[in-house]
């Protein structure tokens, strides 16, 4: 798994662009409209994520399409695996301060 996917990740307006892809393949024009990025920006993210191994594009006509690639994700899923067992204990403690807060 590369440190750069994280980077890759890091950036809210590609992880938005993942979810999109998610649900089905997609346009650059559909992008735009489901973002409040500009025809360029979309393609620079879509771009880096192409680099990450995240998307790919298939040309269908004039058009071009691309589609999620989930499996540098399926690597990061696999690299926190370890870490989940900590995660309920922190959101429980979290549950208990925010109740504690309210009162």
């Known amino acids: 798994m590369s440190d750069n996917l994280f980077e890759v990740l ?6 938005t662009i993942l979810d999109a892809l998610r649900v089905k393949e997609r346009t650059v024009g559909e992008l735009v409209a489901l973002t409040s990025l500009s025809q360029p920006g979309v393609s620079k993210h879509l771009r880096i994520l192409r680099e990450a191994g995240l998307v790919s594009a298939a040309k269908h006509g004039q058009k071009h399409l691309y589609r999620l690639h989930a499996q540098p994700l ?3 899923d696999r690299w926190l695996q370890p870490y ?4 309920p204990d922190k959101l ?3 549950e208990r301060y925010l109740d504690e807060e309210e009162s």
């Open 84 to 87: 989940r067992p900590l995660w």
């Open 74 to 76: 399926t690597d990061v």
């Open 92 to 94: 429980d403690a979290l």
């Open 10 to 15: 890091a950036e809210p307006k590609r992880r």
